[in-house]
């Protein structure tokens, strides 16, 4: 289990960042493979559920930031989407986690925009908009070792009482 191959360290609220040299941290590699699998497939799917929805799409072009770009009454909308595999979930009440993890690297968009979580066995979804995740106290940062990918990574881990569960059709 995932559980079992990730050691968490959590940063204390309120408390600076860790000092951690290039040496000390590792950040995890990315899965091409897996990219290449579930990505485009996120991204349509997304998109196929925001223009039922009445946005229109304005830009949804691979360019590895934000992930689409959408209009809606004369708005502008930003969306960045993941693909959530090996742990189905269809609402808040079967999501088996405590807390939503979203990737802290995505915190680099100079822009708000709404993050999120597609699974992939199912039609759920989870969402959060930016300025809610990047926060101190969901700060953390874990070591994985599964599927290939090695390292540390940094997270936001949000009570999931903190996001937005809904239905995207598969």
Aim: glycine letters at 4%.
């Amino acid at each position: 289990m995932l559980i079992n191959q990730m050691q968490t360290i959590v940063r204390g609220v309120n408390m600076p960042p860790p000092i951690v040299t290039f040496l000390e941290m590792k950040v995890s590699t990315f899965n091409q493979d897996d990219y290449t699998k579930y990505d485009k497939a996120a991204k349509e799917r997304l998109c196929s559920f925001l223009q039922a929805k009445g946005y229109k799409i304005i830009d949804k072009e691979e360019n590895y930031g934000i992930d689409i770009t959408c209009e809606l009454n004369g708005k502008t909308h930003y969306f960045e989407v993941e693909c959530k595999v090996e742990y189905p979930f269809t609402c808040q009440n079967d999501f088996k986690f405590e807390s939503v993890s979203f990737l802290g690297r995505k915190s680099k968009y100079p822009v708000s925009f709404y993050y999120v979580i597609l699974c992939a066995e199912t039609s759920g979804a989870v969402l959060c908009k930016s300025e809610h995740i990047f926060k101190d106290e969901y700060y953390e940062k874990k070591e994985a070792n599964r599927n290939g990918t090695k390292g540390f990574d940094i997270f936001y881990c949000v009570p999931k009482e903190n996001c937005k569960f809904f239905q995207v059709p598969l």
